[in-house]
């Protein structure tokens, strides 16, 4: 007899899944390689194991829309703070004032905790030095530069319908035009154009850049800087009218099933261990005394614009919408 009980407790122990471990569900818009590197780190540090699945920002809120009633993840982590400003306005994140929030300046964070940032980036220019030659053609220094008939069909950039960059681009030239939002779209009109075609996610020309594929790409510096480190010859440009930048960002979830662990991630994205790693991947990062990698490219280098990121973030629908309307939906 006790033998046969014993044999049932081992069979009863055996039954146990192994992924009983501790985890949280993630969603990731930052590069895909460094929420790999912060999720085992974070991992290592904690035994809380991240379960992620990257997204581009328009993306995850378009899956969070989706998932409303029954939300699969607890934590929003990267991407440009315009979607995650949007993320509040629709009702998709929720309020969490980590214990370490106040070492992000007020100017960084959300006046009710419902999004908090990490890092900032410039939107520049990315040309391929040796097929800009074969091509006879020259890096671009302005946004006007880029309109020219030579660049037809040479440039690549993000799709606003699913990427926060490419919206970036868009209240960009919002405030080069001084809030003229018809200028704003004649101009990107005359741009698809000179555009190949527009990629889901806003790092992914970057690759088709490096390769020559493509000799022109818009995005943000810090992953033009990667891949320079990297090896790549291309040169990056600023454009002279003034460059606009992302505030990446991090958000709760509301109604994520994980909120205990949830936290804890959240909070340690915002401390040194986190900053280290993403430091490595040339951003800039917001909060005082974190590391900046000597390479990354400085937000003095740029002629960066003065934005509204709020305005940014609760009218975003309605741009992208019409950027859908009058150039997205017509391409061939």
Known sequence: MKRLGMVAAILLIASVPFWSQESVNAYASCDEALAKQLFTQFEKETGIKVNFVRLSGGEAISRMEAERENPQASVWVGGVGLDHISGKVKG?????????????????????????????GPITFFTNNARAKALGITAPTSWADLLKPEYKGLIRVSSPMTSGTAYTMITTLRYIYNGDEDKVFDYLKKLDKNVDQYTRSGAAYTAAVATGEIPIGIGFAHDQVKMLNQGVDATITAPKEGS?????????????????????????????SAQD????????LVAPGAPRNPKALPLSAVNALKQDLVWDGENKDRLVTRWNNEIGSLRK
């Open 277 to 284: 790693i993403f430091a490595s991947y040339y951003v800039l």
């Open 244 to 272: 606009g930048y992302e505030l990446a960002a991090l958000s709760m979830i509301k109604g994520g099933k994980d909120q205990v662990n949830g936290k804890k991630l959240y909070d340690w994205i915002l401390g040194k």
């Open 92 to 120: 998709l994140t929720t309020p969490y004032k980590s214990r370490v929030a106040d070492t992000i300046p007020a100017m960084y964070r959300d006046p009710e905790n419902y999004w908090i940032g990490l890092y900032i």
